[in-house]
Structure formats: structure tokens, C-alpha cells
């Protein structure tokens, strides 16, 4: 058989040799057709990031009004300094660390952005932004609260720009000066008034199902600062390990860690989590979840769990902490006694959630102490017991503490002051009606658990919740002060944490700093493309909206 092909060259082809060049011509043009078919709607869709009236800010600030007039900086003599007026002075370790910080992220495009300087050359030249600290008590030795106020105020003009905040937490929010820049090598006259919409904006990580070093915390907590996060709520044990290291009972993460020696967080790491989270205006709520989610406490201490039977024999296996020994309660007093010291944050996580009473109900001790409380069968009173002793245990530390709302379900008395951590029902949650209506301030979770992954933009999803839509009353409205992001450790561990997270995390950042009318998911795709690009070049392995590109790609590690 003859074939002629395109450049005019006959060749012989034998009949089988043919068939299989045949086959193989229409496998591969089938192949081309449903690659066409299958990404047609999608190329259809490709919006790729344009110009925002609001340059690249994120979160939206309440009130910003931005002109058309832009100043030059210049690397050799621009400076960040306090105002003569402000009430911080350079001893104020807090505010100086975050002018160094980010003066050098400021600049830190200035090369890839360079060939966009000659086009504005000649313009005036902006050569300070001067800080004023407005309240005596500045803060500046503090640690950030649920009260802190984040406030401030910016205006850039000539001869300098101005920031003003009560407080050093609200300068903290309002210093990012690269947020404002269309070039990272020019600044336009700005006027900004903001304030976070909620007081509890949190990340949640499981340093327990995977062991996150050191390095990748302290990276997220930049990160969260980044976008104007302000708890880091630190899910630091479970059932998988138990990576904290007690000075009082060192023997559970001996025991409990996956490793005693590489894979825990001493009283030093610990401690330089919280200062670094500090200086960045970051509480950290650590999480101690019980009776369930506790195997890996058992490891290290003696009794805590309760023995599992098979019919009137122990299994060898063990549930959740055993709710009926005055020694558990003497443990627990010991051991909030010391995370009461070490975590200087006014509330801690108490967890209460997921109990599985299998165990309890298979053990001839406890359904003798079921018959003697009068609890009868509900195993809820029994859970009920255990948690409002640790709770009376907790309050003797002068902690508040914040509990999954299955611990308010089941009826426990709760302090007035106690926080309930709604993480079930989605965006439009009765729950958050029942919470409220009873009187408990409430964070929101429920639709923001970024650990589930889908395909296309979910930051969407995430960005269109409304934590205020719930049936009730503006008196209750009040009473929710915000909401986290959760990342849950099954599958995630250093290798692909903070490119899950972000920018998708950034979604709920908006949400909860931002004015509610926010929703423009147009304008929001246009300015989290270049914040994404923004902390790309700043090292965070930050992941794509959609099809782009950044003018500083990700160097790798």
C-alpha cells in the first residue's frame, strides 16, 4: 500500500503496518476531540484578573478612597518611623520588628516591577510613612485579647503619609503598605478608615493526625497576618499523637508523640510560637479535646482511659477518659494548672465533641456508677458529668473556655462567658439560632472546613457565606463574634498545608474583616489574584485561583 505524505515523499506500507497506523491516526484524533469537548466550557470561562478600583486590597478596608495620584518610593530613602505625637517610642519591640518586616516587603518586588517606573518618572516622591500610636496605654508589651482594638486610619500625601491607630494592634493591621501598591515602586494618594467587622478571625491547624514542624506554623502565622487573621487556634493533640510536651507529665508525649524526640513541641518551641504570633497581633487558643479524641493520652497515663469490655472480660482496648475515678479529675487539675501558665490567651479550647459511648456502655464499672448518679441509659448525662467537673476545674485557672457545641447540646451548665464553637449544619445553621438564643457568644465553622477539597474556585463558596444568616434577633446577632477557618491533618501535613490553605483561607479573611455588603465575587477574583501573586513573591507557595500567572513565580524550596 502507497502513502504520500505532506512533504510529497512515497513510502510502502505493508497492510497490517497500515491497519495499526489506522488505528493509531483515529485513537489519537478521538483523544484530540474529547480533550475539545471537555475543556471547551471551560476556556469559555477564563477570566483572567483585571484592574480593581481597589488595587489589590485584601481584606477590603470599611472606607477607602483612593486618587489617581500616585508618589514614587524610592528603597535608599523611604523609612517607616513613629510620629512625634505617637504614644510608642522605638523601645516598642512590638512595632519596630513590624517596620523592618515590611519595609523590606515593601520592596521586595522592586526588581521584577522595575520597567514600570519609567513610565511615571517625574513624580513627586513619598519618603516616609510616620506612625502614631493615639492612646497612652498603647499595648505594646501586651499580648492581643478578644477586646483588642484593630483600628486605624491611613492617609498618603505629600510630605508623608500617616498612620494612626489607638492601639498597636491596629497598627499592625494598617501597616502592609505594599497592599496599596499597583507596582510595588509607587503608592497612590490614599485615605483609609477601617475596623475588622468581627473581633475573632481564626485559623485552625491539627498539628496531631500529622506532626507540622516548627517552621510551617510559624510560616502560616505570617501568612494569617498577611491577611489580617487574628487567632490561632492550635489543635495540638488527639487521638493520633500527643506532640505536646508537658513539663508535668512529660511521660504523654514520651509515650503518646509519634516520636519523643523529633516530633513534639517543647516549652521553647512553644514559646516561640506565641511570640511570634504576638508581634503579629496573633492570640493562640491551644485545643485539649476530651473525653473522646484521647487514645494518645492513655499512652503516657496510667488509668485515664476507660477499659473497653467483651461481655465480662476486658478487650485489651480503650475508649474516651474514664468520667467515674477521682484520679482523672486530679490529673485534669494538674494538667490545666500548667497549659493555664504556658498559654497567656484569656481562653482555652476545650473540645467536648465526637464522644463514642460504646466503650463507656461495655464497662461494668461505669454502669454501676450510671445506676448510682440515676443517669439510667443516657450516656449523654454521663458525658454531661464529666465535662462540667472539668469545666469548674477550669475556671479555679481563671481561663475562659471555648467548647464544640455538642458539649451545649447535651445541657451542660455553661458559664456565661463561655464560647460555643458551631462546626455543624453549614452556612445556614439553626444552630447558631439556638446558641445565640440562649445567650452563649458563638464562632462559626461550619462551612468553613478547607480540609474538604473540590475541584474549580470552592474559595467562591467559602467567600458567599454569611455568618449572620440565621433566624434571630439583633441582640443575638451580637452575640456572634466572628469564625475560623478549619484545616483538619488527615491528609495534610508540611508537604501541601499552605498551598491548600491559601488563598482559600483568604475567602473567609474578607469575610470576616469586611464590611457585609462585600460580595462583588467579580471584584473580590480581581484583587485576590494579585494577593495571591503578593504572597507568592513573599515565599508562600500560595496556590492558583484559576488560569494565570504571577510576575514573580514561586522559587520552589
Not at 510529497?8 to 489519537?28: D, R, Y
Not at 502592609?176 to 507596582?183: A, K, Q
Not at 509515650?255 to 504570633?277: C, L, N, R, S
Not at 482496648?317 to 494548672?337: A, E, H, S, W
Amino acid at each position: 500500500m502507497l502513502l504520500l505524505l505532506p512533504t510529497g515523499l512515497v513510502i510502502f506500507l505493508s497492510p497490517s503496518t497500515m491497519i495499526t497506523a489506522l488505528k493509531l491516526t483515529f485513537l489519537l484524533l478521538g483523544i484530540g476531540f474529547c480533550y475539545r469537548l471537555q475543556h471547551s466550557d471551560t476556556n469559555e470561562e477564563t477570566r483572567a484578573a483585571q484592574p480593581s478600583k481597589y488595587g489589590s486590597l485584601w481584606p477590603l478596608p470599611q472606607k477607602v478612597q483612593i486618587s489617581e495620584v500616585s508618589f514614587k518610593l524610592s528603597r535608599a530613602s523611604f523609612q517607616i518611623i513613629d510620629a512625634e505625637q505617637s504614644f510608642a517610642d522605638p523601645t516598642c519591640r512590638l512595632l519596630q520588628d513590624a517596620y523592618r518586616r515590611y519595609y523590606e516587603y515593601i520592596f521586595v518586588g522592586a526588581q521584577t516591577h522595575k520597567s514600570s517606573s519609567n513610565k511615571r518618572a517625574g513624580r513627586a516622591e513619598l519618603t516616609e510613612l510616620q506612625v502614631r500610636i493615639t492612646s497612652p496605654d498603647t499595648e505594646c508589651g501586651g499580648y492581643p485579647e478578644v477586646t483588642s482594638d484593630e483600628s486605624y486610619e491611613l492617609s498618603v500625601d505629600q510630605p508623608f503619609a500617616v498612620l494612626k491607630a489607638p492601639k498597636v494592634w491596629g497598627a499592625l493591621r494598617g501597616r502592609d503598605f505594599s497592599f496599596f501598591f499597583p507596582s510595588l515602586l509607587f503608592i497612590n494618594s490614599t485615605v483609609i478608615s477601617d475596623f475588622p467587622r468581627f473581633r475573632h478571625r481564626g485559623i485552625l491547624l491539627d498539628s496531631s493526625r500529622h506532626f507540622l514542624p516548627l517552621k510551617v506554623i510559624l510560616a502560616n502565622l505570617e501568612t494569617m497576618a498577611m491577611n489580617k487573621f487574628n487567632v490561632f487556634h492550635w489543635h495540638i493533640v488527639d487521638d493520633q499523637s500527643f506532640p505536646y510536651m508537658s513539663q508535668t507529665f512529660p511521660q504523654l508525649s514520651k509515650q503518646g508523640a509519634y516520636h519523643p524526640y523529633t516530633h513534639v513541641y517543647t516549652p521553647t518551641d512553644v514559646k516561640i510560637v506565641i511570640e511570634f504570633a504576638r508581634l503579629r497581633g496573633i492570640r493562640v487558643i491551644p485545643e485539649y479535646d476530651t473525653p473522646g479524641h484521647t487514645q494518645s493520652w492513655g499512652k503516657g497515663q496510667k488509668d485515664l482511659l476507660t477499659p473497653c469490655y467483651s461481655g465480662s472480660e476486658p478487650s485489651g482496648t480503650f475508649g474516651p477518659v474514664n468520667p467515674i475515678l477521682n484520679t482523672t479529675y486530679d490529673f485534669m487539675k494538674r494538667f490545666f494548672t500548667e497549659t493555664s501558665s504556658v498559654f497567656p490567651d484569656a481562653y482555652i479550647h476545650l473540645g467536648g465533641d465526637e464522644v463514642d459511648f460504646t466503650c463507656w456502655k461495655s464497662n461494668p464499672d461505669i454502669q454501676k456508677f450510671m445506676v448510682q448518679q440515676g443517669f439510667g441509659d443516657d450516656y449523654k448525662k454521663l458525658e454531661s458529668y464529666y465535662i462540667q467537673r472539668l469545666l469548674d476545674i477550669v475556671t479555679t485557672t481563671k481561663k475562659g473556655y471555648m467548647i464544640w457545641q455538642e458539649v451545649f447540646d447535651n445541657g451542660v451548665t455553661l458559664k456565661p462567658d463561655t464560647v460555643v464553637h458551631v462546626w455543624i449544619g453549614g452556612e445556614s445553621n439553626e444552630e447558631m439560632g439556638k446558641v445565640t438564643g440562649a445567650g452563649y457568644t458563638t464562632i462559626l465553622s461550619a462551612p468553613w472546613y478547607l480540609d474538604y477539597i473540590s475541584y474549580a474556585q470552592d474559595w467562591q463558596r467559602y467567600y458567599k457565606v454569611e455568618p449572620l444568616n440565621f433566624n434571630g434577633t439583633e441582640a443575638q446577632k451580637k452575640l456572634v463574634i466572628g469564625g475560623e477557618a478549619c484545616l483538619w491533618g488527615e491528609y495534610v501535613d508540611a508537604t501541601n498545608l499552605t498551598p491548600r490553605l491559601w488563598p482559600r483561607a483568604s475567602a473567609v479573611a474578607e469575610r470576616l474583616w469586611s464590611a457585609m455588603n462585600v460580595t462583588d465575587t467579580t471584584d473580590a477574583f480581581n484583587r485576590l489574584s494579585v494577593h495571591r501573586c503578593r504572597m507568592v513573591e513573599r515565599g508562600i507557595p500560595a496556590q492558583p485561583l484559576f488560569s494565570s500567572y504571577c510576575p514573580s513565580e514561586y522559587k520552589g524550596i
